[in-house]
């Protein structure tokens, strides 16, 4: 079993080295693990939503059946008979007790369909910023590789091997750009909760 512990960790460390030098990867990666968040989310909400029809249905269903057995109470005592009339009146409560139980479970109902709302909310949101910061980074990563290539060949026309500031790529300032951005990725990942 360890041998497979150790393959495992060192695959997740390879992999997780291998996003840092990536953080385009890293942040699809973290964009895609949102989305499936979010289609998860909306289901659980089409769960509940049909559990609060259900038990709206229940309710309707037990209001009717209070109903009736009030209307048997009345005729019953009308009628002279308060053995039946005393009968009908507890199967009312039993109902009435049921129907309470019910309206508190479809209350606690639509508070999870409030809070998973808010949820798929939030997680959309983070995925927004996630999708707009995969963007950014992509088109740092495709200019900069654009002025590589641009350097390359301003430096194989003019045959030399000096670098300069002005005709192409700054390494340092290619090294701050990935730094800066590797920072926002993992305040992103912190805000996510990480």
Do not use: C
Request: glycine share 4%; no cysteine.
């Amino acid at each position: 079993m360890g041998l497979f512990e150790d393959l495992n960790r060192f695959l997740e460390n390879r992999l997780d080295e291998f996003l840092r030098n990536n953080p385009h990867l890293e942040l699809q990666a973290l964009e895609e693990q949102l989305r499936e968040q979010e289609e998860d989310t909306l289901k659980l909400i089409a769960d509940l939503q049909l559990q609060q029809k259900r038990l709206q249905d229940d309710i309707l269903a037990v209001a009717q059946e209070i109903q009736r057995w009030h209307e048997r109470m009345n005729k019953a005592q009308s009628k002279g008979r308060p053995d039946l009339a005393q009968a009908a009146q507890q199967r009312e409560a039993t109902l009435l007790h049921q129907g309470n139980q019910l309206w508190g479970k479809m209350e606690g109902v639509k508070q999870r369909i409030a809070q998973t709302k808010e949820l798929q909310r939030q997680i959309q949101t983070r995925r927004n910023e996630v999708h707009t910061k995969a963007r950014e980074v992509e088109a740092a990563r495709t200019q900069a590789q654009s002025q590589s290539q641009s350097q390359w060949q301003t430096s194989a026309w003019n045959q030399s091997s000096n670098y300069n500031i002005g005709a192409g790529v700054d390494p340092l300032e290619t090294q701050f750009q990935r730094w800066e951005t590797d920072e926002e990725l993992e305040q992103l990942k912190r805000n996510m909760g990480h």
